[in-house]
T-cell receptor, first 110, second 112 residues
Framework: KNEVEQSPQNLTAQEGEFITINCSYS?????LHWLQQHPGGGIVSLFM???GKKKHGRLIATINIQEKHSSLHITASHPRDSAVYIC????????????FGKGTHLIIQP | EPEVTQTPSHQVTQMGQEVILRCVPI?????FYWYRQILGQKVEFLVS????????KSEIFDDQFSVERPDGSNFTLKIRSTKLEDSAMYFC??????????FGDGTRLSIL
C-alpha cells in the first residue's frame, strides 16, 4: 500500500508570495494527482502528471519519479488560492481508487 | 463543462437506518468511485466500479455497503444499517480511465 506524505500541513503566506507544497510517496506509481479542496468541501482536480512538469495559469506541478517526489508551486499567490491542496496516487496500473495525502491547508493573507 | 452531481447535499439519518446516496457521473465516463472523508481527516477510497461490477474495494467497504448502477446514469451507494462512525462527507467521482477524476460536491451524512 502506498504511503503519501505531504508537507507542510499548514502554510500561511502573504499575497504575492511564491508557494511550494511537497508530496512524497513510498511505492512507484504511473501518475500522481494534485487536487484542491475548497472550504465548502468540493474537490477539484488540478493536475495529473506522470513525468516532468505541467503548468496551468499560476500553478506548476513537477514530479521526480525516481525520487518518488512531487511539488506543487503557486506563483503570485492570491487570497482566492486559500484552500486545502491534496496529493493523491493510484495503485500501479492506474484506473482505480486513489490514496490521498492528508493535505496542505494554505491561507493567503491580503 | 459536464459535472458529477450528487444528491442530497446533506442527509440526516437515525442510527440503524438504511441510507442511499446518489450520484450522476459524467455521461461518457467509464469508471466510477466512492470516497469518504470523516471530519478533519483525509479522503479515503471506498470502492471503484467498472463495466457494471466492483473492480476494487477498500477494507472500509464491508458488507454494510453496496453500490449499484441501476439505470445507466445513476450510481448509488447504500449503507444498510448506519452506525455513528459512518458520519462523513461522501464523494462520488468518475473518469474515462487513466484520466483525472471528476468529483461531485459531496453528500454530508450525519448519523444521529
Amino acid at each position: 500500500k502506498n504511503e503519501v506524505e505531504q508537507s507542510p500541513q499548514n502554510l500561511t503566506a502573504q499575497e504575492g508570495e511564491f508557494i511550494t507544497i511537497n508530496c512524497s510517496y513510498s511505492v512507484g506509481i504511473s501518475a500522481l494527482h494534485w487536487l484542491q479542496q475548497h472550504p465548502g468541501g468540493g474537490i477539484v482536480s488540478l493536475f495529473m502528471l506522470s513525468s516532468g512538469k505541467k503548468k496551468h495559469g499560476r500553478l506548476i506541478a513537477t514530479i521526480n519519479i525516481q525520487e518518488k517526489h512531487s511539488s506543487l508551486h503557486i506563483t503570485a499567490s492570491h487570497p482566492r488560492d486559500s484552500a486545502v491542496y491534496i496529493c493523491a496516487v493510484p495503485p500501479w496500473g492506474g484506473a482505480d481508487g486513489l490514496t490521498f495525502g492528508k493535505g496542505t491547508h494554505l491561507i493567503i493573507q491580503p | 463543462e459536464p459535472e458529477v452531481t450528487q444528491t442530497p447535499s446533506h442527509q440526516v439519518t437515525q442510527m440503524g437506518q438504511e441510507v442511499i446516496l446518489r450520484c450522476v457521473p459524467i455521461s461518457n465516463h467509464l469508471y466510477f468511485y466512492w470516497y469518504r472523508q470523516i471530519l478533519g481527516q483525509k479522503v479515503e477510497f471506498l470502492v471503484s466500479f467498472y463495466n457494471n461490477e466492483i473492480s476494487e474495494k477498500s477494507e472500509i467497504f464491508d458488507d454494510q455497503f453496496s453500490v449499484e448502477r441501476p439505470d445507466g446514469s445513476n450510481f448509488t451507494l447504500k449503507i444498510r444499517s448506519t452506525k455513528l462512525e459512518d458520519s462523513a462527507m461522501y464523494f462520488c467521482a468518475s473518469d474515462r480511465g487513466k484520466q483525472p477524476q471528476h468529483f461531485g460536491d459531496g453528500t454530508r451524512l450525519s448519523i444521529l
